[in-house]
Structures are given as structure tokens and as C-alpha cells.
């Protein structure tokens, strides 16, 4: 049997978990705090140092984050083989990159909400970027400037289950910055491809060893 683990996003935990959760190969699952993203450099070591420690513990590793700045080559400085998302960011992951572009192009202030981030919602916002911190001011004061220039709030649905959660959370997420709420499908085609690399890659291992 294979040896593979995961270190991800908490973002995108309900994709990869959706697609993993009943597969034995998977023997090691962590998703690390998505407000990580604000300090890339402690990002990228904390992850650097997650999937070193499971060195001798796991074949492979599923990466699940995508190619963002902080975050080019990092495969090469790991001790384990490790497999990325294909997308700069999360979106990009859920989306491809050139319907991203489109959404955007159709939309310039577009708020993408993923299931993760739909999770996360206006209280997620107020942790990554401390905004419950100025003394004197509300974190709605900043969130409304932080969204003058949105329009809309973009729910982009996998097709995990639970829609009625996630969209109930993406409307309150729009209500409480005043955008428009609409719905698009998307796919979860390029995580399923990582998944079946990082599982080639843990075979290939299994083989040299032989």
C-alpha cells in the first residue's frame, strides 16, 4: 500500500477531502490556517517543515496549495516528493485560468467565494487581515472600504454536496458587504490530477526500492 499524506490549505480542505476521504492511501491529513497567506515567508517555512517531518512516514506528499510567489520551487528544497495544485492561487485551482480570467474580465471587483472561503466567510477576513484590532474602529469600517470597488460575490460550486450551507454563507457574506450574490459551476479536474501524479510518483518510489 502507498503512503501518501496531504498538507493544504484549510481553504480547500472540503475539495481534497471530498475526493480523498475513502482512499487508504492517504495515511497523514493536515490543513494548515489560511491567514498564513498574509506572511508568506513564515508560510513557506511552516510548510517546508510539515512535510520534512513526515520523511520515512509518507511516499509522497499532496501539496494543496497552489503556485503562488512565497511558494515557487518549494518542491525542490523538500525532503519528500511533493506534488502542487496547478493554479497561482486557489481559485485558479478551482477554476483554470482562463475562465478565471473571464469571471474577471466580466467582473473586475469580483469576490470569489470557494466552499472554503464561503466557510470562512466576513469573520475570516476580520482574522487574516487583524482588522478587530485598530482601537477605536469597527472591523465593518475597514471591510467597507477593503470592498468599495467589489460589485459582486461569485460562489463557485464543485459539486461537493452541502450547496445549501455554502450558498447560505456566501449570502451573508455578500449581504453584510452589499454585493450581489450569483452562482457558477466549476470543476475539480486539476486537483484529481495532482492527485493521480502524487500517487505515480509514490509508485515510481515503491519501484526503485524494489
Known sequence: MLRLAIVACEVLKDEIEYLTKDDPDFVHREYLKFALHEHADEMRKIIIEKVNGLNGKADAVLLGYGVCQSLQDVTDVLDIPAVMLTGADCIDVLLGPDEYKAEKKKCIGTWFASPGWAVQGVDGLIEQFHLDSAEGYEPQYFLD??????????????????????????????????????????????????????????????????
Open 145 to 210: 472600504m477593503m470592498f468599495e470597488s467589489y460589485e459582486r460575490c461569485l460562489f463557485l460550486d464543485p459539486g461537493i454536496g452541502n450547496d445549501e450551507f455554502y450558498m447560505r454563507r456566501s449570502q451573508e457574506f455578500a449581504d453584510r458587504l452589499k454585493l450581489k450574490l450569483e452562482r457558477r459551476p466549476c470543476n475539480l479536474e486539476r486537483i484529481n490530477e495532482c492527485i493521480a501524479r502524487v500517487k505515480e510518483i509514490a509508485n515510481g518510489q515503491h519501484i526503485n526500492k524494489e
